[in-house]
């Protein structure tokens, strides 16, 4: 947010005619291809790591339920296949919410452990519109022309980040409180069972 913000002011100073060096505008091109390079290192290997833990924790849901909605596989596929990845991964985590607060025993523990559903679907709200801002912005960058339609694409990269950030957070917070109900879930298992047989089955991800 902060080199962008640096960028667009550069470059309104360039469209109203101020001074600039050229030595800005490049040290300003080099900041955002870094971070630019960046960014998309850290989602890649962030979203392998979501989609690694989402894969294994609905494989814990399907040891508690033969009869869940979906497939383990489409904890990744869902990801994946177009217009399915518009529903499939928060119909999951919906799933995932539900199945592992059924275990608990306690009423409190229900009510303490289990996600808010306004937490899960403003999570998807936030990735999806950053992704639809991002697919329109990488539309509309490849038709510039002039400094100022740059500048209305600064506006959007900006957007972006900001949506992003959003995102990120609601992700960690509800992924924080997933895994702690998950944890209490298998608490529950092991409290009820006497067959010590699905404890090696139902296991648990941190």
């Known amino acids: 947010l902060v080199a962008i913000t640096f960028e667009g ?5 360039i469209i109203n005619g101020k001074e600039y060096d ?35 924790a609905y494989k814990n849901v399907a040891e508690l339920n033969k009869l869940i909605q ?13 217009f399915a990845n518009f529903f499939i991964p928060y119909q999951i985590m ?16 229900k009510t303490k452990y289990s996600l808010p559903v ?14 639809t801002l991002a697919r329109l912005s990488s539309a509309v960058s490849s038709r510039l022309t002039d ?12 957007s972006i980040n900001f949506f992003s950030l959003i995102a990120v957070v609601l992700t960690l917070i ?5 895994i702690a109900l998950e944890q209490e879930a ?17 296991q648990l991800i941190n």
């Open 22 to 56: 050229e030595y800005e505008v490049e040290f300003s091109d080099t900041i955002i291809s870094i971070i630019n390079y960046g960014d998309y290192l850290f989602v890649f290997s962030a979203s392998i790591i979501f989609i690694c833990w989402m894969y294994r």
């Open 186 to 202: 298998y608490k529950n298992v092991q409290m009820t069972t006497e067959n010590s047989e699905p404890e090696k089955e139902f």
């Open 94 to 109: 919906k799933e995932m919410n539900m199945e592992f607060t059924k275990v608990l025993i306690k009423e409190e523990d």
């Open 147 to 158: 400094n100022e339609e740059y500048m209305s694409l600064v506006y959007w990269e900006f």
């Open 70 to 82: 979906f497939t383990p596989t489409l904890a990744i596929w869902g990801w994946i296949i177009p």
């Open 174 to 178: 509800f992924l924080k409180k997933m």
């Open 9 to 13: 002011l550069l470059i309104h100073r």
């Open 118 to 131: 306004v937490l899960l679907i403003s999570w998807w709200f936030f990735y999806l519109t950053r992704g």
